[in-house]
Antibody, heavy 124, light 108 residues
Framework: QLQLQESGPGRVWPSETLHLTCSVSGGSFSSSYYWGWVRQAPGEGLEWLGSIHYAGYTYYNPSLKGRVSISMDPSKNQFSLQLTSVTAADTAVYYC?????????????????WGRGTLVVVSS | EIVLTQSPGTLSVSPGERATLSCRASQSISSTYLAWYQQGPGQAPRLLIHGSSSRATGVPDRFTGRGSGTDFTLNINGLEPEDSAVYYCQHYGDSRWTFGQGTKVEVK
């Protein structure tokens, strides 16, 4: 059963870059076509940040105004999130998740499975 | 840009009762790309329904999704205390993923 696990610093200084990694286990990284990141600010709802296709194509939430980038390292069964110029508004639980597809890579769009999430606090 | 509006914001129900949660899209969407999630306190979201009406693996048949066009509904029959959670609808389209703001269900 595919499992995802987020890792990274729990605190980031304002104006710095947030960097998180999602490690995939229990299945073949290369057999999944897409990977993605979602976050949830304290007491708030879910916000899609971005997704990456196995061929390297990336898709980002326009509301983040170019601050977000996603990359992957299939050799390590990992994909990563970078968020630049962070502020207190970026304090959130960050989840990695897999957008589901059919066997040919046709996106169904729903996220399954999800990681447990990791809290990142932006504070000095 | 598709906006998903969920209602009500909070729903308080007694055990055994039925809950009806609404998700309205700002424009017509394909039901193929509408999903529902359950998020318990301190937990990651859990997929309940995809394709508007298909239950995910292991989801009890008390959870039923339906809808088309702009109006989608999640019904939960025979509510149990462990169903207390926030429920989100989600859409995918044009390389963008969007979530509704959530409905909190309190079973007590």
């Amino acid at each position: 059963q595919l499992q995802l696990q987020e890792s990274g610093p729990g605190r980031v200084w304002p104006s710095e870059t947030l960097h998180l990694t999602c490690s995939v286990s229990g299945g073949s990284f290369s057999s999944s076509y897409y990977w993605g990141w979602v976050r949830q600010a304290p007491g708030e709802g879910l916000e899609w940040l971005g997704s990456i296709h196995y061929a390297g194509y990336t898709y980002y939430n326009p509301s983040l105004k170019g601050r977000v980038s996603i990359s992957m390292d299939p050799s390590k069964n990992q994909f990563s999130l970078q968020l630049t110029s962070v502020t207190a508004a970026d304090t959130a639980v960050y989840y990695c998740a897999r957008p589901e597809t059919d066997g040919n890579g046709y996106l169904f769009g729903y996220f399954d499975p999800w990681g447990r999430g990791t809290l990142v606090v932006v504070s000095s | 840009e598709i906006v998903l509006t969920q209602s009500p914001g909070t729903l308080s129900v007694s055990p055994g009762e039925r809950a009806t949660l609404s998700c309205r899209a700002s424009q017509s969407i394909s039901s193929t790309y509408l999903a529902w999630y359950q998020q318990g306190p301190g937990q990651a979201p859990r997929l309940l329904i995809h394709g508007s009406s298909s239950r995910a693996t292991g989801v009890p048949d008390r959870f039923t999704g339906r809808g088309s066009g702009t109006d989608f509904t999640l019904n939960i029959n025979g509510l149990e205390p462990e169903d207390s959670a926030v429920y989100y609808c989600q859409h995918y389209g044009d390389s963008r993923w969007t979530f509704g703001q959530g409905t909190k269900v309190e079973v007590k």
